[in-house]
């Protein structure tokens, strides 16, 4: 009877929490209203640059923040396209370059995408260098995008509540809060129930990715040879069954499976929207200036292996 009774109202607030991912239709879990994930959100950005050394190299810096600017200004283009204009005041955009050696990048829900010196020495500097570099940052927007912070948090606070009832556990305790999603950013995953999930997310920001790719004039397929690459690199890594993130063949197949409908739906889209101009070069989002694709970063040995 005790089970029933804190049951009831638990699954009642997960049936109002629930939501719908706009560019796949997948139903989700939000338990945190946006304000809430946006703060705790940007607590935890402050809190990782303050430790963070950004990166002094100015060349590699600029491409960086070229090709972060015409992803944003994809994602932009694509929500006011979709109706979704209210969202776009909830991104205060912000792109950073580090001299961390893993491979990694991330992207925080309100826009604060930080890519790992490690990422571009992987890419390298040949000719698909921003075509790969748009499939990792896409994919880092399609985390925002999906709002995979919160629905992160909120399987996060549902797994720490254990009995309790949810919403009790959400109003006005932002400690809990900011533990949730210091969690659901890698700190403490746990086997089972939570990791299959994060999967799925990870292989719907693939396809959200190569989406906000294609629209900002960028060639979609660069997304398989950056995985390659990524398999390349990743040796003995761990096996799949028991990480956040799907294998590197399990994305290969999975983008290659896409990309044909992708370009077909999305292709036309980056002249639709202005997103380039005659010369290619990027137009920009509502908090970014333009700057310079060229870089001389150099190929290196890097450490590491995930995308989160």
Request: aromatic residues 6%; contains cysteine; charged residues 15%.
């Amino acid at each position: 009877m005790k089970k029933i009774l804190w049951f009831a109202p638990l699954a009642g607030l997960i049936l109002i929490a629930c939501s719908t991912v706009s560019m796949t239709g997948r139903k989700q879990l939000n338990l945190v209203s946006e304000s809430e994930i946006l703060s705790a959100s940007l607590t935890e950005y402050q809190s990782y640059m303050k430790t963070a050394k950004v990166s002094t190299d100015a060349a590699a810096t600029a491409v960086v923040k070229n090709v972060a600017q015409r992803i944003a200004a994809a994602a932009e283009a694509y929500l006011q396209v979709t109706g979704q204009e209210a969202d776009i005041q909830n991104y205060a955009w912000e792109f950073n370059l580090t001299q961390d050696a893993e491979l990694n990048a991330f992207c925080m829900p309100g826009g604060k995408i930080v890519v790992y010196q490690g990422m571009l020495n992987l890419i390298g500097n040949g000719a698909d260098r921003d075509d790969e570099l748009a499939a990792v940052i896409g994919h880092e927007v399609g985390h925002a995008m999906a709002k995979h912070g919160n629905e992160r948090a909120s399987q996060q606070l549902l797994a720490n509540v254990g009995q309790q009832v949810v919403g009790t556990a959400v109003m006005g305790q932002s400690y809990q809060l900011q533990q949730a999603v210091a969690m659901a950013y890698g700190l403490g995953a746990q086997y089972g129930a939570l990791l299959p999930f994060s999967r799925k997310q990870e292989l719907e920001a693939d396809y959200i990715g190569i989406v906000l790719a294609t629209i900002a004039g960028y060639d979609a397929d660069a997304a398989v040879t950056l995985w390659e690459k990524m398999e390349a690199a990743g040796g003995g890594s761990t096996p799949q069954f028991m990480s956040t993130h799907p294998s590197s063949s399990s994305r290969i197949k999975q983008l290659k499976k896409d990309i044909p409908t992708v370009k077909a739906t999305y292709g036309s889209a980056a002249a639709a929207a202005g997103l380039t101009n005659s010369s290619g070069s990027a137009t920009t989002t509502k908090s970014s200036t333009k700057t310079s694709t060229k870089s001389t970063t150099k190929s290196s040995k890097s450490t590491g292996y995930k995308i989160g």
